[in-house]
């Protein structure tokens, strides 16, 4: 496929360090609307703040970038006002859960017709290496010389507890799959939320010995476990590894229906 015929050709090159994982999330997001079919002007990608951000700079869709913490905000301002568009927003783990994680537990809930790509690469990654709220238990960052000390945040199962239709979880070194499950997210109906785990080798990487982006992602390859295979895994061999695939595929009332009926039966009144 031409994947320039989606991009804004005059923003390239990216701004993304060299080894960055959100270029193949990019890749894989007009992989999965390329083989959808769907236009261009259909779609709005919403964006927030941090590395994952400027995806929203290097497409030709109709875009916003928004303030920290706040595309799902935007994004469902947007669908409301205009229910025919297919929203996408992208977020980092630290944009769709810190500041932003009040946002995304009550998009969720609501069960709004929008898909959300978090970004996960464990720290925050374009301010300065500060903890977020995905960095593991233990592992360093500017605001955690000596470890971090709390508990991980566990995106999609927060996700799916807070009542969306669609939840999954793929990794940058599997782009194929990692593509086909965008491309469901977009298609479900109500809240749909794709994790995706990408390697931040300048932030997170090299204050924990990581190794180099392409050790890092070949890592990833070693960590995935498939979430059918994970079913019969102890917590004990699940520990540090990514479970992958569809976590929830649910069918449940979505928002703007709901709120259209409401309209349509206080007018017959």
Request: aromatic share 6%; proline share 3%; net charge negative.
């Given at each position: 496929m031409d994947y320039s015929q989606y991009l804004r050709n005059d923003k390239l090159p990216y701004i993304w360090c060299a080894g960055c994982g959100d270029r193949i999330v990019l890749k894989a997001i007009l992989r999965a609307i390329h083989d959808l079919g769907l236009e261009k002007d259909e779609i709005a990608m919403v964006a927030g703040i941090g590395c994952s951000g400027r995806t929203a700079g290097y497409v030709d869709f109709n875009t916003l970038h928004t303030t920290h913490g706040r595309a799902i905000t935007f994004a469902t301002g947007l669908k409301m006002a205009r229910p025919d568009m297919t929203v996408i927003v992208v977020s980092g783990d630290?944009?769709?859960?810190?500041?932003?994680?009040?946002?995304?537990?009550?998009?969720?809930?609501?069960?709004?017709?929008?898909?959300?790509?978090?970004?996960?690469?464990?720290?925050?990654?374009?301010?300065?290496?500060?903890?977020?709220?995905?960095?593991?238990?233990?592992?360093?960052?500017?605001?955690?010389?000596?470890?971090?000390?709390?508990?991980?945040?566990?995106?999609?199962?927060?996700?799916?507890?807070?009542?969306?239709?669609?939840?999954?979880?793929?990794?940058?070194?599997?782009?194929?799959?990692?593509?086909?499950?965008?491309?469901?997210?977009?298609?479900?109906?109500?809240?749909?939320?794709?994790?995706?785990?990408?390697?931040?080798?300048?932030?997170?990487?090299?204050?924990?010995?990581?190794?180099?982006?392409?050790?890092?992602?070949?890592?990833?390859?070693?960590?995935?476990?498939?979430?059918?295979?994970?079913?019969?895994?102890?917590?004990?061999?699940?520990?540090?590894?990514?479970?992958?695939?569809?976590?929830?595929?649910?069918?449940l009332p979505e928002y703007i229906a709901t709120y259209d009926r409401v309209i349509s039966q206080a007018q017959q009144r």
């Open positions: 630290g944009d769709a859960t810190a500041i932003g994680g009040n946002h995304l537990i009550h998009a969720a809930r609501r069960n709004i017709d929008i898909t959300v790509l978090v970004y996960n690469n464990h720290i925050y990654g374009m301010t300065g290496g500060q903890v977020s709220p995905t960095t593991p238990m233990g592992d360093f960052a500017t605001t955690a010389p000596y470890g971090n000390l709390e508990n991980t945040f566990d995106i999609s199962g927060l996700t799916i507890a807070a009542g969306a239709s669609f939840v999954a979880r793929s990794a940058v070194a599997d782009i194929k799959y990692l593509s086909n499950l965008i491309g469901q997210a977009i298609s479900k109906k109500g809240f749909s939320l794709v994790e995706v785990m990408t390697p931040c080798y300048i932030a997170y990487g090299r204050m924990n010995e990581k190794g180099s982006a392409a050790q890092m992602i070949l890592d990833q390859r070693e960590e995935a476990v498939d979430v059918e295979e994970a079913k019969s895994m102890s917590p004990e061999d699940l520990q540090d590894r990514i479970v992958v695939g569809v976590l929830a595929d649910r069918e």
